[in-house]
């Protein structure tokens, strides 16, 4: 028989037990001041090996009785929100969620806690993970994550206005940037699906994953990744894992960044140019509002760059959004300046833009720069200072570093009138003014560009650099105490926001859409006079320079779709 052959000192018994009445006679007898059965439920349901017979049970009970359960039963709702409902048979998932919709239409001073419950699911926990030791169907996170969201879009159907209630949540529970790549992989993936189905908070969505985000990109400088991959590499080159970060902070910025460029791939390959473009304005808003303002971030701002290459129109109203911003006086200098140098970044390293949108903006560019040295060659500020004119000289420095990069797109094919196009800018004029952009533009930019300038006749910058290493005078004014002092900073020498692209996962060498072209950004001027590391600017043959120049390098979302995306 079965029972002789049940160690039965060593076997629990099957869980089919349960004490105290109804929940609706327990209720009752909680009015009257008898809090036993109350207790008894409580200790009941916190029980850590509740069976699934056991929940349904429990929570059939309750929903015959969530008109009752108001604010005065809120410590006996809380325990019912933590019950371990996730994993488990579709049977429990099923009731769950029917006591979740009874409860938020019945009692909606619960649906913080209820959007609470499922958003602090949105990540594997350790709880999570010791529940998975013990039954092998929880380790399924996908199943797991899909219930969740089953859980919110049911909330939202029986709340509208669930949304006005979700966005702070999902904030207030977004895991430490310090946490491990796969918490963050985890939430900002679950985040994203929440913006398809609530579409009203996407914005708000993305710039929350954006923003912490940046955190992370300004904590890991370039010059930190680069010396952090370089020590690895001989060390390490047989690892199988070489798409992993070495730098920490990098890599949990690399997870993310394959995970929102996804998102941007699955909505912008579908043939729906409505919905790309509706992306696009989100995406913007919050380039505006957080990537603009920020310094020294190095990676973020490629999903702009990446969202672009889907389509020319994005890029050609990128550029023109960045133009209107340089050219608006009501902005302050310092978004005018990053503007510009986004603008020229993206022109010299977009290898989806064609050469006539590059012709274009500098056509748009050049004249006003011409007409901003009209307005001051002959006034009382015609002089060199950065802090006066920022946004002029970062403008030249963007006109100089794009020809870097683009003039033999604009030469080759017909030479003459391709140097009858530059010769028509008047770069020398630029070059020649008295507000001395050479001297405030950064050394490798300006080293560079009087190479391919004198190479073309176009301009002999050598004579201007020359006097401005003689005479070494502060180029940023200080007012404070009138006098001018020295400074070692040079706010243009961080304006090259699309440099090469070194985070691993979220680079996908197949999609050639970046320019590669190093350029040292750091060091004196006798370190800096070769742009291209191991070439030498003068010498350098047309052959040689355009290996370098048209050497791709690019960035990408990876191939897996988002929605799709095994975890």
Request: aromatic share 10%; charged share 20%.
């Amino acid at each position: 028989m079965e029972i002789e052959d049940r160690d039965f000192l060593n076997t629990p018994p099957k869980k089919t037990v349960r004490f105290g009445g109804t929940v609706s006679n327990t209720l009752a007898k909680l009015q009257k001041g008898d809090t036993s059965d109350y207790e008894l439920i409580k200790h009941q349901l916190s029980d850590p090996d509740i069976k699934d017979a056991q929940i349904i049970s429990w929570l059939q009970e309750f929903r015959t009785c969530v008109t009752q359960l108001g604010k005065d039963h809120e410590q006996l709702i809380y325990v019912v929100l933590k019950l371990p409902w996730l994993g488990r048979s579709q049977a429990v998932v099923e009731e769950y969620l029917a006591f979740l919709s009874n409860l938020v239409s019945a009692q909606t001073v619960y649906l913080r806690a209820c959007l609470r419950m499922v958003v602090s699911n949105f990540a594997p926990s350790k709880i999570y993970y010791s529940i998975a030791s013990l039954h092998s169907h929880c380790s399924d996170l996908p199943r797991t994550f899909d219930q969740c969201h089953q859980a919110l879009q049911l909330i939202a159907r029986y709340v509208p206005s669930t949304s006005r209630f979700l966005m702070p949540i999902l904030s207030d529970k977004f895991p430490f940037v310090q946490k491990s790549s796969r918490t963050l992989e985890c939430y900002v993936h679950n985040l994203l699906r929440v913006s398809v189905y609530i579409p009203d908070l996407r914005r708000d969505i993305l710039e929350l994953i954006i923003s912490k985000m940046l955190t992370l990109d300004v904590s890991a400088p370039r010059s930190e990744i680069e010396e952090d991959e370089e020590e690895d590499s001989p060390l390490d080159s047989s690892r199988p894992d070489r798409a992993v970060m070495v730098h920490p902070v990098a890599e949990r910025l690399d997870t993310m960044m394959t995970v929102l460029l996804s998102y941007i791939k699955d909505i912008c390959h579908v043939n729906d140019i409505e919905k790309t473009k509706a992306l696009y304005r989100d995406l913007l808003s919050v380039f505006d509002k957080v990537v603009l303002p920020t310094h020294a971030s190095c990676h973020v701002q490629y999903y702009m760059f990446y969202l672009c290459s889907f389509r020319l129109g994005l890029a050609e109203a990128f550029l023109d959004h960045l133009w209107k911003m340089l050219q608006a006086p009501n902005q302050p200098p310092v978004l005018r300046q990053a503007a510009a140098g986004y603008m020229g970044s993206f022109m010299a390293r977009a290898k989806f833009l064609p050469v006539s949108t590059v012709k274009a903006c500098l056509d748009l560019l050049v004249p006003w720069l011409h007409l901003y040295i009209n307005s001051q060659d002959s006034g009382s500020k015609a002089f060199c200072d950065v802090n006066l004119h920022g946004p002029f000289y970062t403008a030249c420095q963007a006109v100089f570093y794009t020809l870097i990069f683009r003039h033999n797109s604009i030469l080759e094919g017909n030479m003459k009138k391709g140097l009858a196009y530059l010769q028509g800018l008047n770069l020398e004029r630029i070059v020649m003014c008295q507000l001395n952009p050479l001297r405030v533009c950064l050394p490798a930019v300006t080293n560079m560009f009087a190479a391919i300038t004198r190479k073309y006749q176009l301009v002999f910058c050598y004579t201007i650099i020359e006097r401005n290493n003689r005479n070494l005078l502060p180029v940023v004014s200080c007012s404070t105490g009138g006098s001018s002092v020295s400074t070692n900073t040079n706010p243009l020498d961080t304006f090259f926001p699309f440099d090469p692209y070194l985070l691993k996962s979220s680079l996908v060498s197949s999609e050639n859409i970046l320019y590669h072209f190093d350029l040292v950004s750091q060091g004196s001027m006798e370190e800096e006079d070769d742009f291209l590391h191991g070439d030498s600017v003068v010498d350098m043959t047309p052959g040689s320079y355009d290996s370098h120049l048209h050497s791709p390098r690019s960035v990408g979302s990876p191939p897996v779709s988002f929605l799709q995306r095994p975890f």
